[in-house]
């Protein structure tokens, strides 16, 4: 096997695990790190080889770029201190105290290595929290502070993550430079994603076809990401902020609904196939890690057990106080943002913080050697520890997850999301009715096709929520329904009808298949309609 065929072994596996993981109640990340692990035990299946440099600019910035589009930039303004007292701050105490316990339990492994291992292991993974938190039905506030400690904390780990390695490489540090840095690029990032996220909203315009709209989304985060690490910036932060300002209401047309429609099954896929292959990657890594330290089981067990012990424990410890500071603030200042509101939600906070893709990148990002052409200080240890801590999380911490869910009866408040739906469907209403007497304002419209619009407007939130309108309203809007379903029915069977028929003629001597997809693409359009 070689390494394209497995690639595509990957692809596929990426794939397969999506309705298994369904099926079985284990996350899709999780077997697909398994099945990884098990291809790395054959013996024709080949190591991996993946240059280090590309590993960040390949695998971060998809990823990223789709988990911003499941949020919006409002729940970020709002859970501004959560997502600092997590994503900032944490990871700042988490790297200094696993680089002191790595320090002193690695003999040979520097300062500025260990810093760079405690940058590297300190963020959660968004993807694995939040894919998982999705399947456990969790509340929305639980979902979104994930959502955001689990973008920005890459932030924060990937630049600390530069520094250290800048500084075991070249062998200097300066506080004040690593300072400056940071804020520059921080600065620069931000100046460079919105730049282009502008940009490609107004080329997205220009493009008109949902086809090539489509197309240059796939670009647009690539291009963020190394143009930003060109000019010294960060690239994650750079791929926030573009993501951002792409799914403001600012660069978003509501009347793009084949653009919206194409675009999300596109990104869908994508967010299903690159996740899939990053985890099977973990999985097929390990052979590759533990390898060059087999002999080194004494000095690097108890190291890397130490650093597990660190990273799940300090996050409890430092969760604690910070929910309950944060509810006190809540309540003094009656603040919007999402917060835990007991302790058993705090303990699925807890419990959610698996480390996953982010973290391997990093790991295999590190520097092969340093300059002058020696090794990286302990470049083997780093890997291992790396590993350790993303398999124990990702493994002990996913597969219990849903046990532990159960168990505190951690659950999503439905009543209260039908009520918002219930609302939203009254202002979708609303907006139809006034928009209609506008209408009816500046044109002449017979009485007839009025009432019949007016009862379109009032259907248009009644199929959002029902509840809306009294029982004999909605019973003849559930008759009305039935109609349409019918119809919608039978006009779909004439449509097929005509699709067989284009089908046929495309294979025909003499037809231009061309002019047969055209039409195709009308009947297909037009099933949307039906």
């Known amino acids: 096997m070689d390494q394209l065929a497995l690639l595509f072994a990957l692809l596929l596996g990426a794939v397969l695990t999506v309705p298994l993981g ?6 899709g990340p999780l077997l697909m790190t398994l099945l990884g692990g098990v291809l790395a035990l054959l013996p024709f299946v080949p190591d991996i080889e993946v240059p280090p440099e590309f590993i960040l600019p390949l695998v971060l910035p998809p990823l990223l770029y789709a988990a911003v589009h499941r949020t919006s930039w409002r729940q970020f ?11 900032v701050a944490l990871v700042f105490v988490t790297t200094a105290v696993v680089a002191a316990v790595a320090h002193a339990l690695v003999p040979g492994l520097g300062i500025a290595a260990a810093v760079a291992l405690g940058a ?3 963020p959660p993974d968004p993807v694995a929290a939040t894919t998982v938190a999705g399947q456990l039905g969790l509340p929305r506030r639980l979902v979104s502070i994930l959502e955001g400690e689990g973008l920005f904390n890459d932030v924060t780990a990937i630049t600390l993550y530069h520094v250290a390695v800048a500084a075991a490489v070249t062998g200097t540090f300066s ?7 940071l804020v520059l690029s921080a600065v620069v990032a931000v100046v460079v994603g919105l730049a282009l996220g502008w940009a490609a909203n107004k080329l997205s315009g220009f493009l008109g076809d949902a086809t090539l709209q489509t197309g240059l989304t796939l670009l647009v985060p690539f291009a963020s990401y190394v143009l930003a690490e060109e000019l010294h910036g960060s690239g994650v932060l750079a791929v926030l902020m573009t993501a951002l300002y792409l799914s403001s209401g600012r660069a978003v047309d509501a009347d793009d609904v084949q653009g919206r429609l194409v675009g999300q099954s596109f990104w869908s896929i994508v967010d299903t196939l690159v996740t899939g292959v990053a985890f099977g990657l973990i999985g097929l890594e390990l052979a590759v890690v533990v390898g060059p330290v087999s002999g080194r089981w004494d000095e690097l067990l108890p190291a890397a057990l130490a650093v597990i012990a660190a990273v799940v424990v300090l996050r409890l410890l430092w969760l604690l106080p910070a929910a309950w500071l944060a509810k006190r603030l809540h309540r003094r200042k009656d603040l919007d943002e999402d917060i835990p ?8 906070v807890w419990w959610a913080g698996m480390r996953g893709v982010a973290s391997v990148a990093l790991a295999l990002a590190v520097p092969l050697t340093v300059e002058g052409g020696g090794s990286f200080p302990e470049r083997d240890a780093i890997l291992f520890i790396a590993f350790a801590v993303v398999l124990a999380t990702l493994v002990i911490q996913g597969l219990t997850l849903p046990w532990l869910v159960r168990l505190l009866h951690v659950r999503a408040d439905s009543a209260a999301e039908r009520e918002l739906e219930r609302q939203l469907a009254l202002r979708c209403a609303k907006a139809a009715r006034t928009r209609l007497r506008e209408i009816e304002a500046a044109e002449d419209l ?4 009025s009432e019949a619009l007016l009862r379109r407007a009032h259907d248009v939130g009644v199929r959002i929520s029902p509840d809306i309108v009294d029982e004999e309203r909605r019973e003849a809007h559930s008759k009305r329904t039935a109609r349409m379903k019918k119809v919608h029915r039978l006009g779909g069977e004439l449509l097929s009808a005509a699709r067989h028929e284009i089908i ?6 003499g037809v231009d298949p061309e002019v047969c997809d055209r039409v195709l693409h009308q009947l297909d359009l037009r099933s949307f309609r039906v």
């Open 504 to 509: 046929a003629a495309r294979s025909e001597a």
């Open 120 to 122: 590297l292991v300190a």
């Open 446 to 449: 017979p009485e007839e096709v």
């Open 22 to 27: 369904d099926r079985l109640g284990v996350p």
């Open 175 to 181: 506080l004040p430079a690593a300072a400056g840095e």
């Open 341 to 348: 509101l007991n302790w058993r939600e705090t303990t699925v």
């Open 77 to 87: 303004a709002a859970n501004k201190r959560p997502i600092f007292l997590l994503a």
